[in-house]
């Protein structure tokens, strides 16, 4: 289930197995409830992958991760697939806001056809041709291989077979947001992993943040770094006058 929102009963704060949990893993229990509910934990793409976006939006390192993994296991919140346990229970289908404008919609037709019987449907092999076919285009998914053209194709084909799932998982994403996935848009968001190195972090932030675009990682240290060799550098010049007599 994809959705903007899922249910926490209020008994969240005094359950005798949550509050077992530090303050902080229970921090980490809520964010792997959100990644369920955003579809993040149920994305078919690789288990190295998974565990990347995992950690990312944990805020951990794999090895804590793991650590938190155990914790979370052992209090049988969790499987070892990350799933949530008794997600089902707390989770209606009726939560979904697609699902009840699916039904809202069939219901309204069934009126509408109760309404008018005289109504000639000579057309309805025609009709439901066409609504098979915008079916098909809607559930399409977007990918490389589909969108653009040539050149990014081989640039697509020079990457990692992980990277290559990765990338084609942001694109689902796009497609989720609504956004324009042009053979343009695809090329530039292939230069910019290029131009990094193919950083897959840049990619995983991506998809974690739900952004519209690749963003470079920014290199927080430069500015510290540039401090503290100005620093050195002033250390070593007195230093050296000290040394000749000349203060």
Same mark, same amino acid.
């Given at each position: 289930?994809?959705?903007?929102?899922?249910?926490?009963?209020?008994?969240?704060?005094?359950?005798?197995?949550?509050?077992? *949990?530090?303050?902080?893993?229970?921090?980490?229990?809520?964010?792997?409830?959100?990644?369920?509910?955003?579809?993040?934990?149920? &994305?078919?793409?690789?288990?190295?992958?998974?565990?990347?976006?995992?950690?990312?939006? *944990?805020?951990?390192?794999?090895?804590?991760?793991?650590?938190?993994?155990?914790? *979370?296991? /052992?209090?049988? *919140?969790?499987?070892?697939?990350?799933?949530?346990?008794?997600?089902?229970?707390?989770?209606?289908?009726?939560?979904?806001?697609?699902?009840?404008? &699916?039904?809202?919609?069939?219901?309204?037709?069934?009126?509408?056809?109760?309404?008018?019987?005289?109504?000639?449907?000579?057309?309805?092999?025609?009709?439901?041709?066409?609504?098979?076919?915008?079916?098909?285009?809607?559930?399409?998914?977007?990918?490389?291989?589909?969108?653009?053209?040539?050149?990014?194709?081989?640039?697509?084909?020079?990457?990692?077979?992980?990277?290559?799932?990765?990338?084609?998982?942001?694109?689902?994403?796009?497609?989720?947001?609504?956004?324009?996935?042009?053979?343009?848009?695809?090329?530039?968001?292939?230069?910019?992993?290029?131009?990094?190195?193919?950083?897959?972090?840049?990619?995983? &932030?991506?998809?974690? /943040?739900?952004?519209?675009?690749?963003?470079?990682?920014?290199?927080?240290?430069?500015?510290?770094?540039?401090?503290?060799?100005?620093?050195?550098?002033? /250390?070593?010049?007195?230093?050296?006058?000290?040394?000749? /007599?000349?203060?």
């Amino acid at each position: 289930m994809s959705n903007p929102w899922f249910r926490l009963h209020h008994e969240f704060y005094k359950d005798p197995v949550i509050q077992c *949990l530090s303050s902080e893993n229970q921090r980490h229990y809520i964010v792997i409830l959100c990644m369920k509910c955003d579809g993040t934990l149920d &994305r078919e793409i690789s288990l190295s992958n998974r565990n990347r976006i995992i950690c990312r939006g *944990l805020g951990l390192d794999q090895e804590k991760a793991e650590v938190v993994k155990k914790i *979370l296991l /052992g209090l049988k *919140l969790i499987d070892k697939k990350w799933q949530p346990m008794g997600w089902d229970k707390r989770q209606y289908k009726s939560d979904n806001s697609t699902e009840r404008s &699916r039904k809202s919609r069939k219901n309204k037709e069934i009126k509408s056809v109760a309404a008018t019987p005289n109504i000639s449907c000579s057309n309805a092999p025609e009709a439901e041709a066409e609504a098979e076919a915008e079916a098909e285009a809607d559930n399409k998914k977007e990918t490389v291989e589909n969108t653009c053209d040539e050149s990014s194709i081989l640039k697509f084909n020079n990457l990692t077979d992980d990277d290559k799932v990765l990338f084609n998982d942001y694109l689902a994403l796009r497609k989720s947001l609504k956004l324009k996935t042009t053979p343009r848009i695809i090329n530039r968001l292939l230069n910019t992993y290029e131009k990094n190195d193919h950083d897959p972090e840049i990619i995983e &932030r991506a998809i974690t /943040g739900n952004w519209k675009d690749f963003y470079p990682i920014k290199e927080f240290g430069n500015e510290t770094t540039k401090a503290n060799n100005k620093q050195t550098a002033v /250390g070593e010049a007195q230093a050296y006058l000290e040394s000749v /007599g000349a203060v």
